[in-house]
């Protein structure tokens, strides 16, 4: 077995005991830093910045220099796989990315292939190995990918949307076409997700940002169809280890109980939904991320503190909680508030692992 100084996040996806909650932040490499945007400048944009590894590793380890969290993030983005299938990714200042082909019918989709990792997207890989090389096995590495149905909805729209459409279109009066796109993604995935753990990633995310704009029987059948189809094509385990797999959707508190049933080892939960009854729902079959709403971090430190309180006694005492946020962190959050919301946590937690 690999040996890692900190392991705490690892025992707490797999329900083992801690002796306090582990802390992690979505977008905890990012915006928020001055460090990182003295990086974005001289990468020059964004996607050189994902595609140089060396840069990327840099990018994940300065949230790490500063804040005592208990995971690193891979610096990337969930677009890699589309970028990878030859859709023409570019980012258009203010709006997000955007494809010059989207792909909307089934010729478009027929094209499509199954990127290999080692290859198109080895850069990712590269970024993997370095960052474990860098982490001297101080704490675990995350790697993820966007789901399914959240990638088709930027292929389909052609990028970032409101009202989703196109995809919505492409659903209902073409839903063969749909299940083929979103089963070609499903092993993309699948091999990305594997070539990530392969390279060194211990333990991996799904991050299924627009399956809540979907109706209950929709998400069944259009998001949650294939993230079970990746969950079962996982490799679990890595380097004398379980690799964990933790699956998150947004707005998706209704289904929590569903989601539990796919054999992902946790769900990353949102604000919207109250800890206690997540875990009433999955009924301690999973570990739970989560679940602070990320603009609590533009309260004072005091307020914080409060929250990560509420929180932590929303979750109860036991073991199969990962502190999070609900979201990513804003880019215009002040880094302080972040350290005032990671310190209360490891000072409040420890009373809930006794």
């Known amino acids: 077995m690999s040996t890692l100084q900190n392991d705490l996040y690892l025992r707490a996806l797999l329900r083992e005991p801690t002796e306090r909650t582990p ?34 590793c840099e990018v994940t380890m300065q949230p790490l220099r500063r804040f005592p969290l208990d995971a690193a993030i891979l610096f990337s983005d969930i677009l890699t796989i589309p970028d990878a299938m030859g859709l023409g990714l570019y980012f258009e200042a203010g709006e997000g990315p955007k494809f010059e082909r989207p792909v909307r019918d089934l010729a478009a989709i027929n094209k499509l292939g199954v990127p290999d990792p080692e290859q198109e997207l080895g850069y990712v890989m590269n970024a993997v190995r370095t960052i474990r090389r860098e982490l001297k096995g101080s704490v675990p590495l995350i790697g993820f990918s966007g789901s399914p149905w959240t990638l088709a909805t930027y292929m389909v729209e052609g990028g970032s949307t409101k009202n989703f459409s196109e995809v919505k279109k492409l659903m209902f009066a073409e839903p063969q076409a749909m299940h083929k796109l979103l089963d070609t993604l499903a092993q993309s995935v699948t091999s990305y997700l594997n070539a990530q753990i392969a390279a060194g990633a211990q333990a991996v995310m799904v991050f299924d940002t627009w399956g809540g704009v979907l109706s209950p029987r929709d998400y069944r059948e259009f998001s949650l169809r294939y993230m079970q189809q990746i969950v079962d ?102 880094p302080d508030h972040a350290a005032a919301f990671i310190e209360a946590v490891h000072k409040l937690s420890p009373a809930y692992h006794r």
């Open 233 to 334: 094509g996982l490799t679990r385990e890595n380097e004398g280890r379980r690799v964990p797999v933790t699956l998150f959707t947004k707005n998706a508190g209704p289904w929590l109980d569903e989601m539990a049933k796919t054999g992902a080892d946790a769900l990353g939960v949102d604000w919207t939904t109250d800890l206690a009854d997540a875990r009433k729902l999955v009924q301690d079959k999973v570990a739970l991320q989560g679940n602070m709403d990320p603009s609590m971090l533009y309260a004072s430190p005091a307020r914080i503190e409060e929250e990560v309180a509420t929180i932590l006694a929303s979750y109860g005492h036991g073991h199969g909680h990962v502190f999070n946020l609900g979201h990513g962190i804003h880019p215009q959050v002040d």
């Open 23 to 56: 802390i992690w932040m979505m977008r905890q490499a990012g915006r928020y830093l001055p460090e990182y945007r003295e990086i974005r400048k001289e990468a020059g944009d964004f996607m050189t910045l994902c595609k140089n590894p060396e840069l990327a």
